[in-house]
């Protein structure tokens, strides 16, 4: 059974726990940092689609796709 995603919230409040981590107890758990730091990137990219809303809805009054009509 998969895990769903995690929200980047979510994974912004393990970032801050692993940073603790690797203050406290060293650099071993530093693997954890880097990969949830990527992670976060992943999570943070707007897709394609969601840069064209908000293009559309930066362009139109109602937003949408009569901004082309």
Same mark, same amino acid.
């Given at each position: 059974?998969?895990? *769903?995603? *995690?929200?980047?919230?979510?994974? $912004?409040? &393990?970032?801050?726990?692993? %940073?603790?981590? @690797? =203050? $406290?107890?060293?650099? @071993?758990? %530093? *693997?954890? +940092?880097?990969? +949830?730091?990527? =992670?976060? %990137? %992943?999570?943070?990219?707007?897709? *394609?689609?969601?840069?064209? $809303? $908000?293009?559309?809805?930066?362009?139109?009054?109602? &937003? &949408?796709?009569?901004?082309?009509?």
């Amino acid at each position: 059974m998969a895990l *769903p995603n *995690p929200s980047a919230a979510e994974i $912004r409040e &393990g970032l801050i726990y692993a %940073a603790y981590l @690797v =203050e $406290r107890y060293g650099e @071993v758990y %530093a *693997p954890i +940092l880097d990969r +949830l730091e990527r =992670e976060l %990137a %992943a999570a943070q990219k707007e897709t *394609p689609r969601d840069r064209a $809303r $908000r293009i559309l809805e930066a362009h139109t009054f109602e &937003g &949408g796709l009569k901004a082309i009509r």
